[in-house]
Each structure stands twice: as structure tokens, then as C-alpha cells.
């Protein structure tokens, strides 16, 4: 059996890219042979190295023989062009969840996996747009063209999708309102829960508060420096991947930490590496994530996995599995729950934490979309 799996780019570890390899490791398990269509050629070393096993993939068919930092939107959009192989294919999963090769056989079964609907982030009133799409005029004149060809794209790839799976509640409603005629299923992003552990385990922990995020405007990092004024005894550490478009946004951040006089209390690690991540995880109590209506946050549910407590907003996917009281609308409630959740911190709360993770495990991910896998297989069957 034959499996293509979609997905623009595996070189940039994160939520998405977890869905990609779990999928491809799920369809393994089935006795799939896996063909990857990409734009970027993957890094297989790196990625076993980041995420602690080998990738089985059979094939790979990319676009660009190099790796590309710049123009990573419009790299989506040239998904649209692979033909080769799909018609020998006896499934096609779309992984990163937004444009598709324009011509799949009518035959061939698809899944695709929405992270969240193009249309919804194009408008300024839609409340989900990105900030920085919207305030800047450059970004809006780069964003606008791609918006515009990736939503016809997009909502192409959603109507020929025979199962359409939603990573959060969220934008499972979002997709509803965008496109009432679809249906689709929650299947929450997978955690390798085991990766963490050595970090749960931690008795070292300080009064400090993590916050693992690409340095990147629509991030909200700011909020986490303007918080950190609040919090006077807490420091407050920052990691995540910075690309050279981002570059402008990360010296903005070290120039307001400069401003506010936080040097020694507010640091910045760009490009942290997996053994960096998991000693900051080890010495921190709470994970404080700044994007206001974030799809999902699979780093929210990582460092849950690392045994610390989570402040999160009050809107978006990560609403929907944090307890209400570790929940902010301002940054004066942030700042509030922080202090609380820091002073009480123990054991008991952090077991109970880890409780709401095994629902995110590797291993039930595999489960569930196993099954998906096989429904698409028999709905395309019956249609036949």
C-alpha cells in the first residue's frame, strides 16, 4: 500500500511538523509505503535528533532543493503543483492543512488536517487576524496577494477532502461559521509525552516562568516583558526558533527589556536547542503563553508534560483544556495568576496537569487517526 503525505516543510520543528511525523509514523504502522511532497527537502538527521526517532519515509519529492527562509506563506502555496504519483496512491493525508496538487483523482481517498481556516485570518473585523499582517503596511502588501490565492486554494483542498480533522474545538467552529456546508472531527496535536520526562522529575526548580514561542510578532512576546514589570520576584525566560525575517522583531523585544531595566530578570534564547528547552522546562514552575486566540499551543501542553503549571489567555484553543483560574483576559489578571500559581506551587498541582496531557499522547494520536485513515479508505470505497 501506497501513502502520500502533504506538508510545505519538516525543517521547522513545531506543532505542525509533529502532526506530519506522527502521521507518516502512523501510516508506517499500517504498512503504508510513505511518499512525502514537500517544497523543502527535510533535514531526516536533524529531525531524528529534535524529535528522538527515526521518520519512515520512503520517498520524498521536493520543490526546492535547498533550504529557504524567506517567503515561507508563498512556499504553501506551490503545494498546488505536484501531479506525480498521486494517481498510484491509495490515500493522500494533507498535513499541514492548507493547499493541496490541484489535480487528485477522483479515486484516491483524502484527509485533510486543518490547523486553522486561511479565509478567517484575512479579514482585519474577523478577530483572528495576525497583528502583524494587519499593522504593518508592508507585511499587509505581502500577506494580502497570498491570502487571496491560498483561501481559493485552500477551500479547494477542504471540499475534495473526503475526512476533514480540526486540531481544537476552536477551529473546528471557526471552519463551521467560514464553511457551514463542512463537518469536521477534533483530533487534537500529539505530545511525545516521554520526551518531557526527565523535566517532569525536576526537583530544581526555581521561581521562574518559561515561555517557548518563534520570535515572531503575531506571537505577542511583548506581553510577557510588559507582565514581568508586574511580577517583581519572578524571572522570566524566554526560547523559541528566530529566523532572519524575525530578526527586527527579536531586537525590538531586547530593546524594551533594556528600557524597563529587566536584564536580570527577563532573558532571550533564540534557536534553543532540544537539550536547552527541556534544562529551562527543569527549572521553571509556570509556562506563560502570550498569543491571544493561538488555534491551538502545542508548546502549552509540552511544558505541561514538563510539569509546569500553565497561564494561558481566556480565548482560543488552549481555553478549551486549561482549568478556568489558570486563565487571563489583561495583563493585570496574568500578573495575578502568575503570583498565585507560582506561591502554590506543588506537587499535587503539577500531577494534576500531567492528568490533562495523556489525553494529547503520541501513541492515542496514532490510535485515532489510524481509524480516520481507514474510514477515509472505506467512504471513498462505497463512493466507487
Not at 131 to 146: D, E, M, R, T
Not at 260 to 270: D, F, Q
Not at 288 to 307: K, N, P, Q, R
Request: proline letters at 5%; hydrophobic letters at 40%; glycine letters at 4%.
Amino acid at each position: 500500500m501506497k501513502a502520500v503525505v502533504i506538508h510545505h516543510t519538516l525543517n521547522s520543528p513545531g506543532g505542525e511538523s509533529t502532526v506530519a511525523i506522527e502521521t507518516i509514523e502512523s501510516l508506517y504502522e499500517l504498512g503504508y509505503d510513505i511518499d512525502l511532497i514537500t517544497v523543502q527537502k527535510p533535514n531526516l538527521e536533524y529531525l531524528a535528533k529534535i524529535y528522538g526517532k527515526t521518520i519512515h519515509i520512503t520517498k520524498t519529492r521536493s520543490l526546492i532543493p535547498f533550504k529557504m527562509n524567506y517567503f515561507s506563506l508563498y512556499q504553501r502555496v506551490l503545494m498546488a503543483i505536484p501531479r506525480l504519483g498521486l494517481r498510484e496512491s491509495d490515500i493522500i493525508i494533507n498535513t499541514h492543512g492548507s493547499v493541496m496538487p490541484y489535480m487528485i483523482p477522483n479515486n484516491v481517498p483524502c484527509i485533510t488536517y486543518l490547523h486553522f481556516p486561511i479565509s478567517a485570518l484575512n479579514t482585519s473585523d474577523s478577530g483572528h487576524s495576525s497583528k502583524k499582517y494587519q499593522k504593518s503596511l508592508l507585511w499587509n502588501a505581502y500577506f494580502k496577494p497570498y491570502a487571496a490565492i491560498a483561501n481559493r486554494l485552500t477551500k479547494k483542498a477542504l471540499f475534495r477532502s473526503n475526512i476533514i480533522l480540526a486540531n481544537s474545538k476552536f477551529t473546528k467552529n471557526v471552519l463551521k461559521k467560514v464553511y457551514p456546508q463542512l463537518d469536521s472531527h477534533v483530533l487534537y496535536p500529539p505530545v511525545d509525552i516521554e520526551r518531557f520526562s526527565s523535566a517532569y522529575r525536576s526537583n530544581s526548580r526555581k521561581r521562574q516562568v518559561l515561555v517557548i514561542s518563534r520570535f515572531s510578532a503575531e506571537k505577542q512576546i511583548e506581553k510577557a516583558i510588559i507582565i514581568a514589570q508586574l511580577v517583581q520576584d519572578v524571572k522570566f525566560k524566554v526560547i523559541g526558533l528566530l529566523t532572519p525575517t524575525n530578526r527586527p522583531y527579536f531586537n525590538l523585544l531586547q530593546k524594551k527589556i533594556k528600557n524597563y531595566g529587566l536584564e536580570n530578570r527577563v532573558s532571550l534564547t533564540p534557536n534553543a536547542t532540544n537539550e536547552e528547552m527541556i534544562n529551562a522546562m527543569s527549572e521553571s514552575m509556570l509556562y506563560l503563553h502570550t498569543m491571544y486566540g493561538e488555534h491551538f499551543g502545542i508548546s502549552i501542553v509540552e511544558a505541561m508534560a514538563a510539569g509546569l503549571i500553565p497561564i494561558v489567555p481566556s480565548y482560543g484553543g488552549c481555553s478549551e483544556i486549561i482549568p478556568s483560574g489558570n486563565q487571563y483576559s489583561t495583563i493585570e489578571e496574568a500578573a495575578k495568576c502568575i503570583y498565585k500559581n507560582i506561591d502554590e506551587y506543588n506537587e499535587e498541582k503539577r500531577t494534576i496537569v500531567y492528568d490533562i496531557v495523556r489525553q494529547f499522547s503520541s501513541s492515542l494520536f496514532r490510535k485515532n487517526i489510524q481509524q480516520y485513515i481507514k474510514k477515509a479508505r472505506s467512504i471513498q470505497l462505497m463512493a466507487t
